[in-house]
């Protein structure tokens, strides 16, 4: 059964009796649709996520499209696409901006010390021997605390590079001293 040889309409309404071939019909119809509406909003970098939500914005919009309205079922199923995919975006916006906002509060109370792991203790202590202050300045503070590069940057007066060559040489010296 292909889709060139049937209307949205005739799909649609097999799709409400059971067909489950139809519905398949219909989500291999709009597959591309939904692919090019991922490209048009820069959500790419979830494709997978986005093409999973494209798909059940398709069903939903099957399942409530009434043709009394005099629009067709793309334009409708188009709308529905691209009201959801801004208000992914949307939140997404909102959520950088909260987060900008309260960063250093999450970063200070990210870790409660108090209930690290018995081995916490035992880790710093060994690592402390083995790498160089400014290593072990950013390894606790990246690795073991999850500061950010920026938190980092501006608290201790280092710059970008600074601080990854320092974690890079950490990590390596680290993981030398483990695989003995």
Do not use: C, P, W
Request: charged fraction near 30%; glycine fraction near 2%; aromatic fraction near 16%.
């Amino acid at each position: 059964m292909t889709y060139l040889k049937h209307n949205d309409y005739e799909i649609i309404s097999q799709i409400r009796e059971g067909n489950d071939e139809a519905l398949e019909l219909m989500f291999d119809k709009y597959s591309r649709f939904i692919s090019k509406k991922i490209f048009k909003f820069n959500l790419y970098f979830e494709y997978d996520d986005m093409y999973q939500e494209g798909l059940m914005i398709l069903f939903k919009s099957i399942k409530t499209f009434d043709e009394i309205y005099s629009k067709s079922f793309t334009r409708y199923f188009e709308l529905n696409l691209e009201r959801k995919f801004i208000t992914i975006i949307s939140k997404n916006l909102r959520r950088k901006e909260i987060f900008k906002k309260n960063e250093n509060f999450i970063y200070e109370t990210n870790h409660n010390i108090n209930q690290n792991s018995v081995y916490y203790d035992l880790l710093k202590k060994e690592i402390s021997k083995i790498l160089t202050n400014n290593e072990y300045l950013v390894y606790t503070l990246r690795e073991l605390n999850n500061y950010s590069i920026t938190y980092i940057r501006e608290k201790h007066s280092m710059s970008d590079k600074a601080i990854y060559n320092s974690l890079h040489r950490a990590k390596v010296k680290i993981k030398k001293h483990f695989n003995k």
